[in-house]
């Protein structure tokens, strides 16, 4: 069974310009959340999606967005990027709410 | 405000030994925890989790305690291996999805 797949795993852009990342989660999970990691801040919590609405939102600014399509896929997209949005951004499913959740590789970026 | 501590940045123990990984959390309506083992620049890979209405789960070489009065989870990794040498977090969730809030991570180092 294949795992939770990120693309691209690594990435450079510039201040302001805008990114998406993708997520394919592992096949029949209809769960995808994304999370954020950091030197400084950790692993932070992103927003949550589930049957293609959003459930949960963590305490970001309207520049990071999500989406999530029927086939369970998601991509989160971050408008106006700042030099502070670099980081390792990790996409994980789970079959449904108290089930195991399991992550991906993550989407390394990088903001010059 | 942190909801949940990994107070020990770092531990280190001698293979065959047992590592004592701990976590304490604040939010009374944690209810769901997990732990996670993770190297730089990739995913967490899920080790184990237990519920609250369970005081121990056991999985192989790893166990996790819930101390839910004291707000307390441990993780139990015994005989300990230099492939555990690793970063561990665990993460908590309530009634609200699946929202992990994930503590700042100890860093296990296990010497042959």
């Known amino acids: 069974k294949a795992g939770v797949t990120q693309t691209p795993r690594y990435l450079i852009k510039t201040r302001g310009q805008q990114v998406t990342l993708s997520c394919s989660p592992i096949?029949?999970?209809?769960?995808v959340s994304w999370y954020q990691q950091t030197p400084g801040q950790g692993l932070q919590f992103l927003f949550e999606?589930?049957?293609?609405?959003?459930?949960n939102k963590g305490n970001f600014p309207g520049r990071f967005s999500g989406r999530q399509f029927s086939n369970s896929r998601s991509e989160m997209n971050v408008s106006t990027l700042e030099l502070g949005d670099s980081a390792l951004y990790l996409c994980?499913?789970?079959?449904?709410?108290?089930?195991?959740?399991?992550f991906g590789e993550g989407s390394w970026l990088t903001v010059v | 405000d942190q909801q949940v501590k990994q107070n020990s940045p770092s531990l280190s123990v001698q293979e065959g030994r047992i590592s004592i990984l701990n976590c304490d959390y604040t939010?009374?309506?944690?209810?769901?925890f997990l732990w996670y083992k993770k190297y730089p620049a990739e995913g967490p890979t899920f080790l184990i989790s237990?519920?609250?209405?369970?005081d121990k789960n056991e999985d192989g070489r790893f166990t996790v305690f819930l101390n839910k009065s004291a707000k307390h989870l441990s993780l139990h990794i015994v005989p300990s291996q230099p492939g555990d040498s690793a970063v561990y977090f665990c993460?908590?969730?309530?009634?609200?999805?699946?929202?992990?809030?994930f503590g700042g991570g100890t860093r296990l180092m296990v010497k042959p």
């Open positions: 994980a499913s789970s079959q449904d709410f108290r089930n195991t959740i399991y």
């Open positions: 096949s029949g999970h209809r769960s």
């Open positions: 999606y589930f049957s293609e609405t959003q459930r």
């Open positions: 939010n009374s309506m944690f209810d769901y």
């Open positions: 237990i519920s609250s209405i369970k």
């Open positions: 993460a908590a969730s309530g009634d609200a999805g699946n929202m992990l809030t």
